[in-house]
């Protein structure tokens, strides 16, 4: 039987831990606070930027001490959305489904899958 995967759950967009936010709301392999939310609920109330303001990333308005800063919350997303996959695939194993089906879901072989995802942790 395939083990549980602990991971602390954290906000995919700003990397806060859930106690350290009022509110978070799941989605597949993904979580948002309730600050995150306000952030995006006031940008989509101003007005409509420019259309090439959409495709400039915002970090290329970091300094790089800033993106370093940001590295760490970037990987422990990077983390827990890998716990999270992980623990799809080990919840559909205990439910029978096969690795070809697996590997199919997630656009790779059923090797590879089970070679990404058979491992105990």
Known sequence: MATAVETVTRCSFCGKEAPQVVRMVAGPGVFICNEC?????????????????????????MSDEDMLAHLPRVAAVA??????????????????????????????????????????D
């Open 37 to 61: 939310v306000g952030l995006c609920n006031e940008i989509l109330a101003a007005d409509a930027p420019d259309r090439d303001q959409l495709s400039i990333p915002y970090w290329q308005a």
């Open 79 to 120: 983390s827990q959305v890998e716990g999270d996959l992980r623990g799809w695939v080990h919840r559909l194993r205990d439910r029978g489904v096969t690795w070809t089906r697996i590997g199919e879901a997630l656009g790779m072989a059923r090797q590879s899958a089970w070679e990404r995802f058979s491992a105990e």
